[in-house]
């Protein structure tokens, strides 16, 4: 499993401002087929915590809020 050292380097990022994570909305959480996304204990938001993803996109789909975004490689388009 791959860390990052920067979040902006997952391939799936969470718009903070959109995310109802600290309201109880764990819907991309539970879609997620790989269990990679978490809720960041210290912000309440949803959060990549690992490197590894099969680009599936229910999480982005599925997200009430579009706070989501999946950003598929260019060689995987």
């Known amino acids: 499993m791959t860390f990052a050292e920067n979040p902006t380097e997952f391939p ?3 718009d903070a401002d959109k995310c109802i994570a600290d309201k109880g909305c ?7 087929p790989l269990d990679v996304l978490r809720v ?8 990549m ?12 789909l ?5 706070a989501v ?3 598929i490689p260019y060689l995987l388009r």
């Open 12 to 14: 799936v990022t969470i």
């Open 26 to 32: 764990t819907v991309c959480i539970d879609v997620c």
């Open 40 to 47: 960041d204990p210290q912000t309440g938001k949803a959060h």
């Open 49 to 60: 915590r690992y490197d590894e993803c099969w680009y599936c996109l229910p999480c982005e």
């Open 62 to 66: 599925d997200c009430p809020t579009q």
């Open 69 to 71: 975004r999946v950003s």
